[in-house]
């Protein structure tokens, strides 16, 4: 389990509430986005570099499939920053 920062956290609390209507409280996003860290960090991490690597054996470094989910991740929920 990763641990973020009580500044991490605010900052990330802070992105939150600019991009909608903050209707949580501050120890529910916490425990949200630990939950999804350690998705991502674990088999959420396995599973996408897996299905990369399934598509495209052998083409990618690890870091291309972060960069990879990086731009779907973006793309797929309107995040789309000119990449």
Not at 54 to 67: D, E, I, R
């Amino acid at each position: 389990m990763a641990v973020y920062t009580s500044d991490q956290l605010a900052k990330m609390r802070q992105a939150m509430s600019k991009l909608g209507t903050a209707t949580w409280v501050k120890v529910d996003i916490n425990a949200a986005v630990q939950a999804v860290e350690d998705l991502m960090l674990g088999q959420g991490k396995t599973a996408v570099f897996s299905a990369i690597e399934a598509a495209s054996p052998g083409v990618f470094t690890n870091a291309q499939k972060v960069l990879i989910f990086r731009v779907w991740v973006e793309r797929r929920f309107g995040q789309d920053r000119g990449v």
